[in-house]
């Protein structure tokens, strides 16, 4: 059985007396800067001067410095910038700055398992993954607890890396919770599929298939919209709350009967080897190759497809939608 860690193994000790970069102010950045520095850790953020998350941090009250400032004599240097940026700051201002022996931590495994990102032999690589967005992580810990996190060390140079990404996870909250160890390829590889074949290309996806077929039988789009998208959320709330048993036990038996019986109609046999190849996508590196070209020629392709998904008429009609919630709100 999977083991859980929590607060009882870690020790914040570790971190003491230590100087902590955290690079990049973004949505895990500024979660885990505020809640490190809250846990009583020396943190300074790395950032671009003059920028909008310069002038945010500054305003929250954290120690703000240029990236190879905040980076040089770092005894923990936490790469919390996009994906898609790191590669270019990590060998123009991290790298060069790198002291011998620190700990580069990451919050995905995206830009080292795929090469963008090539630590030295002489430090320690690690990642504390927490499994929720920045903005929930700092409220929960705010509320006295934590979310749940993954865990990794890819490399442990100093024999050390165990116990320094352990203290990581507590001084975000996350082992009030639990965490999980894992590898970085783990990680990375099954987020990426999560993201595509379920969270987010699946469930969209799903979403405008039944919305237009409805619409095209003849419903009204309104009625489809909340059929199809607005309920949604009720019954993800249910899930999240206590699994696919308790989401049955709290919809009608109608529901219930009606969604066992017919849903291998959606998720049939083509279905599951399609997700197939699409996991075989991200172990092979293709995706990760076409994400990053993409990046490089300015998100071109990601920037038509949104043009087009903003376009849809579930979009349209959306909006004039959730317009009447906000009326009512007022």
């Known amino acids: 059985m999977t083991r859980i860690y929590h607060d009882r193994d870690a020790d914040l000790k570790v971190l003491k007396g230590k100087k902590i970069a955290v690079l990049g102010y973004g949505s895990q950045g500024r979660a885990q800067a505020l809640c490190l520095r809250d846990s009583g850790m020396d943190v300074v953020v790395g950032l671009r001067k003059g920028g909008k998350s310069w002038d945010a941090a500054k305003k929250d009250g954290v120690k703000v410095a240029e990236i190879p400032d905040a980076v040089k004599g770092a005894d923990v240097v936490m790469m919390l910038l996009p994906d898609e940026a790191q590669e270019d700051v990590y060998k123009k201002q991290v790298l060069p700055n790198l002291k011998e022996g620190c700990a580069l931590d990451f919050a ?25 967005p920045g903005k929930r992580e700092r409220e929960v810990y705010l509320e006295g607890f934590g979310v749940p996190a993954l865990f990794a060390v890819e490399q442990d140079h100093t024999g050390r890396a165990r ?29 990426l599929f999560g993201e595509q074949a379920v969270l987010c290309g699946g ?15 003849g419903y009204q789009p309104e009625l489809a919209y909340f059929e199809c998208l607005h309920e949604l959320k009720l019954i993800v709330d249910l899930i999240q709350a206590g699994g ?76 004039e939608i959730r317009s009447l919630f906000e009326m009512k709100k007022a």
């Open 163 to 191: 116990e320094t990404v352990l203290a990581i996870a507590k001084g975000i909250g996350s082992t009030r919770a639990g965490v999980i160890e894992t590898t970085f390829h783990e990680e990375v590889t099954s987020d």
């Open 203 to 217: 469930v969209t996806a799903l979403i405008l298939a039944g919305f237009e077929t409805l619409v095209k039988r």
């Open 244 to 319: 696919l048993g308790h989401m049955w036990k709290n919809v009608s038996n109608t529901a219930e009967f009606g969604g066992l019986t017919q849903r291998d109609y959606i998720v049939t046999d083509e279905t599951k080897k399609a997700m197939e190849k699409m996991l075989d996508k991200i172990l092979s590196g293709e995706f990760s190759k076409e994400w990053i070209a993409d990046w490089k020629q300015g998100l071109k392709k990601m920037r038509e497809l949104e043009k087009v998904e903003s376009e849809r008429q579930i979009e349209v009609v959306g909006n």
């Open 108 to 132: 995905h495994g995206f830009t080292v398992v795929y090469g963008q990102v090539k630590p030295p032999k002489n430090v320690d690589v690690i990642m504390v993954a927490p499994k929720s």
